[in-house]
């Protein structure tokens, strides 16, 4: 089984609408990241979270939201979906420096 | 700032045809440089991680290195399956953060 999972995988929605991506890890890393990645733009981090009372932006959290439910969930939100919000989006994990990464979910914003 | 640049954007090899990725980094307090590799719509997976000049790590046929502005991932020999998007990455002592090259994309040709 997968270290860290993401659901949904794939998702389709339409301009206005909420969506939730979910992360869980089995891993037992304390700190949990979201990035989107877009052509040419490398990732970029939304927010991350060190533990479940820490919670913290990044470098493009205008327009999501986040909950980290548990040590081993950790939800991204965006509120009110517009289509420039189309992307790959990553959730990731770390105990130290080094991060490992979910097998993304690819969001289409119609 | 904190800014990590890979290049070149792409690279077509032949078969056993060795190269070299550069990524250079300007990352104050380096405390570690990161090398992913990310198969189309999948997570980057993790390679390796630098923490001082002159550190070197292998794995098969990459090889990376690191100098005090930059890095390396050196591919000897490399095969079709080593066709990938390589990205780097700098973890800076102030920021609790990563931060991404936009990656070379490596095309190994049989």
């Known amino acids: 089984d997968a270290d860290v999972t993401q659901t949904p995988r794939n998702r389709i929605t339409k301009t206005g609408k909420r969506i939730m991506l979910e992360c869980s890890q089995t891993k037992g890393h304390d700190r949990m990241y979201w990035y989107r990645q877009d052509p040419g733009l490398g990732l970029r981090l939304i927010y991350y979270s060190f533990d479940v009372k820490d919670i913290n932006k990044g470098e493009i959290s205008d327009g999501y939201s986040v909950s980290r439910q548990a040590q081993a969930k950790f939800s991204l939100s965006l509120e009110s979906a517009i289509p420039n919000q189309t992307a790959l989006y990553f959730c990731a994990t770390s105990q130290g420096y080094e991060q490992y990464f979910g097998p993304g979910t690819r969001l289409t914003v119609t | 700032e904190d800014q990590v640049t890979q290049s070149p954007e792409a690279l077509r090899l032949q078969e056993g045809e060795s190269s070299s990725l550069n990524c250079s980094y300007t990352?104050?307090?380096?405390?570690?440089l990161f090398w992913y590799r990310q198969d189309p719509g999948k997570g980057p997976e993790f390679l390796f991680t630098l923490y001082s000049a002159g550190e070197e790590k292998e794995k098969e046929r990459l090889k990376a290195t690191l100098t005090k502005k930059e890095s390396f991932l050196h591919i000897t020999a490399p095969k079709p399956e080593d066709s990938a998007t390589y990205l780097c990455?700098?973890?800076?002592?102030?920021?609790?953060?990563?931060?991404f090259g936009s990656g070379t994309q490596l095309t190994v040709l049989p």
């Open positions: 990352v104050s307090g380096l405390r570690g």
């Open positions: 990455a700098g973890h800076s002592g102030s920021a609790r953060q990563l931060t």
